[in-house]
């Protein structure tokens, strides 16, 4: 397996140079077969990644400890099912996955691409293959997956414990795969400006495939929150990590641009604008790379040290600035179809929001790089804190929500004031309500009074999108409202997918919210038969199971919760210590509602048998968890396929026969 792993590696680097060299080469002499035979080694090359990748899994599932990085990343301990985390747990495995995925997705935006972009697809192969060549040249002669040891151990160092966790077989997957997908969109981008096509040729491409990306690394995003929240113990799931801003900024970088290349779509303006965004948003996917390879920050997601920074860094310059120099170059070509007519429109709505998504994406980069800076200038490291970045994106965040809400309910082109009142009046009621009810119920907390109020704002906007169409559809057809509703989101998939997606930032706002302003939290050493009161709870200690397995000792704690003196529930919780790793691994014990969670998690085990637990109430964070389906469906519905209807036939011109014509009254 490990022989067959590195040819395959080598193969693959062949191909994908070859492919680079092809397009580019076959574009210039006009050449289809070349062109063709390029292609074809494209496809080729993502065939022998895949064996690759199979070779090493194999690897894997034998435990054929002669592979260095097998042996680095599991054990005869470890349950085969988390096989396929091992597999991208260090540099070496994800590196191939990287690969993998971006062979495949290569692959298919190709063998899809619209007709009307042929002329620009082989310098769009062309990048996706360089990008490629750089990944598999770099795990050929840097971070090989398939180096042997000299000698075969016994037995291998262990998967890291805090990765056996059901959230890491989606996690770190989808987050690698959203940051190297942007590399598509951005191919086509710059394959149409090369080929000197400045046009909107290339516009459905980077709106599906940009989708994608955004797609894969929102889920990804929440399923690292959700593991951060149940396995390490803190209770919290956003600590402004670099790791975790390295990954957030690609996604607010791409979030501006799938929004902005509909304005593009529908009305042909922002036509430089989405080549700077797209721009943007890659070399963000760059940089959360280098983040996370490089070593040069601690954190609990990076690699740790590594001598693939330099190389990475190197490749993130190439990748911002000849990308850049090809804007420049191509500028004086690029004018959009239509202009601004005014600032009360929806493509201004866009517009803004893309400004408020890029400064967030800037402070938290300025936040990311300043111990770094201040590391090389000073030789002394300032690191910024979670309020910094509370403070300073807070305020852009609910004007975000604030634009969510109103750019869906105005016009294209120009709003008039009798249409803004019409469409913005019963949201405005709705939010203004929602503010002066929990105002008199108590609440005084301004930035969380303001939040529920933009999300009732919103949510009462795309209400009422839906009821109007739903009763138009009815009053115009006879269906029933709920085949009226169901019709109206399939004739307009776009639109009414992306009203799914609102709502689900709608619920992450509720979760980040109530858990931030709200939350409760108590630290407590407690003994067999004792007992504490956290609002309105009362926990009592039932005692501790321990069990010794083979690469571990698990700790079962066991609570109960009583309300009003009613059991509740019975919580277990877990810790489990791993001598060869020297660290201890939770699992929170949670009893989760749509109003709070009760959260409670050992700390520590004592010798004396006593305990010590952190407990948490967090409101209203369960609506973070279910808000992953909702944007997963509101996506899947804005890229599934629209039905084309056949134009209706033309009817034949009447035949004109002359008669008489009229006397004269």
């Known amino acids: 397996m490990a022989d067959l792993g590195a040819i395959s590696l080598w193969i693959a680097l062949a191909l994908a140079a070859y492919s680079t060299v092809g397009s580019v080469a076959g574009k210039l002499r006009l050449s289809p077969a070349l062109v063709e035979s390029a292609q074809s080694a494209m496809y080729a090359a993502g065939l022998a990644l895949m064996v690759a990748t199979l070779s090493l899994v194999v690897s894997f599932i034998s435990r054929d400890f002669e592979i260095a990085y097998v042996a680095a990343h599991s054990d005869l301990a470890m349950a085969n099912k988390f096989t396929w985390v091992a597999f991208y747990a260090g540099n070496e495995g994800s590196l191939l996955y990287i690969a993998t995925i971006l062979s495949i997705m290569s692959a298919v935006a190709v063998w899809r691409a619209p007709e009307k972009f042929k002329d620009a697809l082989p310098y769009t192969t062309a990048i996706l293959m360089l990008t490629l060549t750089f990944f598999v040249a770099v795990m050929a002669v840097m971070a090989n997956p398939f180096d042997k040891l000299p000698f075969v151990p016994l037995d291998g160092d262990g998967i890291n414990p805090l990765l056996t966790h059901f959230g890491m077989f989606f996690h770190p997957p989808a987050l690698m795969a959203g940051l190297i997908g942007i590399t598509v969109p951005f191919a086509f981008a710059i394959g149409s400006l090369l080929a000197g096509k400045i046009g909107d040729e290339w516009v459905d491409a980077g709106r599906v495939w940009g989708m994608v990306s955004w797609v894969l690394l929102a889920g990804g995003l929440l399923l690292g929150s959700w593991w951060a929240y149940t396995i390490l113990g803190w209770g919290g799931f956003w600590f402004w990590d670099p790791v975790e801003n390295a990954a957030f900024m690609p996604w607010l970088g791409i979030t501006a641009f799938i929004h902005s290349i509909m304005v593009q779509k529908r009305r042909g303006m922002f036509r430089m604008w989405n080549i700077v965004l797209i721009n943007v948003a890659f070399g963000l996917a760059l940089y959360g790379m280098f983040m996370n390879r490089g070593g040069s920050v601690p954190s609990v997601h990076s690699f740790g040290a590594s001598q693939l920074g330099w190389i990475f860094l190197l490749f993130l310059a190439v990748g911002v600035i000849v990308p850049f120099a090809i804007f420049i170059w191509r500028y004086p070509l690029l004018k959009s179809a239509q202009n601004l007519d005014s600032m009360l429109s929806r493509e201004a709505a866009f517009l803004v929001n893309n400004m408020l998504l890029l400064a967030i994406a800037f402070v938290t980069l300025w936040g990311t790089v300043y111990p770094l800076l201040s590391r090389l200038t000073n030789d002394e490291e300032i690191t910024v804190a979670r309020p910094f970045y509370d403070q300073v994106n807070g305020p852009l965040m609910l004007g975000l929500v604030f634009l969510m809400g109103v750019g869906p309910l105005i016009p294209w082109r120009k709003a008039g004031m009798a249409s803004l009142r019409r469409s913005l009046l019963p949201p405005v009621v709705g939010g203004l309500l929602t503010v002066g009810i929990l105002a008199a119920l108590g609440l005084h907390k301004d930035y969380a009074l303001i939040a529920f109020g933009l999300a009732t704002f919103v949510t009462t906007g795309i209400l009422m999108e839906w009821f109007r169409g739903t009763r138009s559809r009815h009053r115009n057809s006879g269906e029933n409202y709920a085949a009226a509703f169901f019709r109206l989101i399939a004739a307009n998939r776009p639109r009414y997918g992306g009203y799914i997606v609102h709502l689900s930032v709608v619920m992450v706002t509720l979760g980040i919210v109530g858990t931030s302003f709200f939350g409760v939290q108590k630290d407590v050493v407690l003994s067999i038969g004792e007992s504490t009161t956290i609002n309105d709870y009362e926990l009592v200690y039932l005692g501790t199971v321990e069990v010794q397995k083979s690469n571990r000792t698990e700790f079962t704690s066991t609570v109960q919760v009583f309300r009003d003196g009613e059991l509740l529930d019975t919580l277990r919780t877990k810790r489990a210590f791993y001598p060869s790793f020297n660290m201890a691994a ?66 034949p011109p009447r035949r004109f026969v002359p008669g008489p014509r009229p006397s004269a009254a």
């Open 586 to 651: 939770t699992a929170a014990a949670i009893r989760s509602t749509p109003v709070e969670d009760l959260y409670v998690v050992p700390s520590e085990n004592l010798p004396d048998g006593s305990v010590g637990f952190r407990v948490l109430v967090n409101p209203l964070i369960w609506w973070m968890w279910v808000a992953g389906p909702v944007m997963v469906l509101g996506t899947v519905i804005a890229l599934w396929p629209q039905k084309i209807r056949a134009p209706a036939p033309a009817r």
